[in-house]
Each structure stands twice: as C-alpha cells, then as structure tokens.
C-alpha cells in the first residue's frame, strides 16, 4: 500500500536504476535457523526470486544491504543474479553511500525495503522506501510504501510488482507468460 499519491509513487519508480534488500526479515521471515553443526539456513520464497529476476532483465539493478553476512543470502544472491551484495554491513549509512559512489548513483536513483529501526537511515534516504507488513512499528509509520505480505511471504514480490507496474512493464511481463 503507497502512502504516495499514485502519480508520485510513479515518478519515483520511473526514476530507479537499482532495487536493494534487507535480507532478514525482508526476503526471509527473520527467523535463524542454525544446525548442530552450526551452518545457517534461511527459508527465501520462491515468488520474490521470481520477481528479482524480472527487475535484472527489465534493466533496474538489485542486491542486498544487510547487516549480517550469510553464505545463504550469498548463494541466494547468485543464484538470482543480484549484481550488489553488501552483508555483514554494521554501519548501512556507510554501506549504502559505498554502493551509490560505485555505481555512480544518486539517492533518488534507489528504492530500499527494510523491516528494523537499523534500516532507518538509509530509508530515509533512498527514492522509494517500503516495508513488509510485519516491520517495525518505527518502519512502517516512516515508509513510502508497506506491503500487505509479511518478511518472507512475497513481501519483495508485491513491492517489485507496483514498480513494474509503475513503470508500465507489469503486462509486458504477464504477456511473456501467456505467448507460447
């Protein structure tokens, strides 16, 4: 849900060239699963890779801004084509002007979905911010954008989606769909 008038949530998106993630929380539920051997598991949805996918082929850059380092958020990544990843990132102000100084980019030119105050700063920030339905009270009150989805269950899929559409590339993506 935009707390934009459509036409400005619209201007914003056109603007975007990259779409970055908070990865806990965002695209998973946030839960921490470690085994007895002490490797990390994290449960992504299948939908939000989909639409991950979709933003790389339709041009906009993605990655993860997240302030802990994952070897699953790093395969997932991969596996998506995610083109930046900053994990392990304790200071996300500091990340996040690391990232625009080396893709040359400019505040405006980025959206963020983040779910926790440590996220604040750099949602301030960005062109268009948006949260899962499940974020912070202190989150959702400050963002453009929260999804109906909780962290995990299509969250990023929903918010990717109202760029597409936005942008005017949603049918051009349902359309690839339905032509065999």
Known sequence: MSRLPPRQF??????????????????????LAISARGEETKRFHIRDGAAIVW???????????????SHAAERRASDLGMRILSLGATDKRAAFDAILTSHGLDDADVAYMG???MDLPVLARVGLSAAPLDAADDVRRRVHWVSRARGGDGAAREFLEAIFRARGVWDGIVRQYLTS
């Open 10 to 31: 619209a201007a914003r998106a056109r603007k975007l060239r990259l779409v970055l993630f908070d990865v806990d929380g965002v695209l998973t539920d946030g839960t």
């Open 55 to 69: 933003a790389e082929r339709a041009g906009l850059m993605t990655g993860l801004l997240s302030g802990r380092a």
């Open 115 to 117: 779910d926790d105050v």
